[in-house]
């Protein structure tokens, strides 16, 4: 199986447009990324995501509008090593 990687041919942006198309299309998908969204991940690109990353999909409604916000600038020595280092993703 491969590592949970971004290749040169598939950008973060990428896999979460196909993912976010899938799941509007296929509602058992749709339901799996939301229940496991790293078993989702897995079955449309055979990746396994590590165990210390924390995927959480949240769905917006009419009533419910989801925020993402980029990573603290206030970040401690280790995970600065871990965003340079490629550590972090973003799906």
Same mark, same amino acid.
């Given at each position: ?23 509007? $299309? =296929? ?5 799996? &990324? +939301?229940?496991? !969204? ?20 949240? $769905? =917006? ?5 989801? &925020? +993402?916000?980029? !990573? ?20």
């Amino acid at each position: 199986m491969t590592a949970f990687t971004q290749s040169e041919n598939q950008t973060a942006e990428d896999m979460r447009r196909q993912l976010t198309e899938k799941a509007a $299309e =296929d509602l058992a998908f749709r339901e799996q &990324l +939301v229940s496991d !969204p790293k078993g989702a991940i897995q079955q449309v690109f055979g990746i396994q995501v590590p165990d210390d990353i924390v995927i959480r999909v949240h $769905e =917006d409604d009419m009533h419910t509008l989801n &925020l +993402v916000l980029p !990573p603290s600038p206030n970040l401690d020595e280790e995970q600065l090593e871990k965003v340079a280092g490629g550590l972090y993703y973003c799906v």
